[in-house]
């Protein structure tokens, strides 16, 4: 079965969708209905977010997963919130830290390698 075209392969402007047919029950419905955010998204993107979602949103798993760095992941992620209409968070990176040590930490905590107390003193002694 074919995806739901969301460009006019002709003229490049937006498709909506104005029919849609039950082969069941034989029932037509007609309207004028939208794909929702996600139709907005490419094929390459899409399956980026079902990795995502896969991957629990663990960028650890799906940096291994993608066989991609940290830093490019973060930036499909960016393309795609864009994508569906939103501003990646402006948030800063704590001073003193790239945002690779601060994974790293975050990481160690997750696995288990260091304590919070631990992590919270790293993060900490980075902002002064």
Known sequence: MNTLPTRCPLCGGEVTVTRIYCQDCDTTIEGRFTGGPFSRLTKDQ????????????KITRMEVELDLSY???RNRLHEVIRALGYEPGGEEPIAGLSDTERQRILEDL???VISAEEAMRLLQESEK
């Open 46 to 57: 899409l399956s980026f977010v079902e990795t995502f979602i896969r991957c629990e949103g």
């Open 71 to 73: 830093p490019t992941i």
């Open 110 to 112: 997750d696995q288990g």
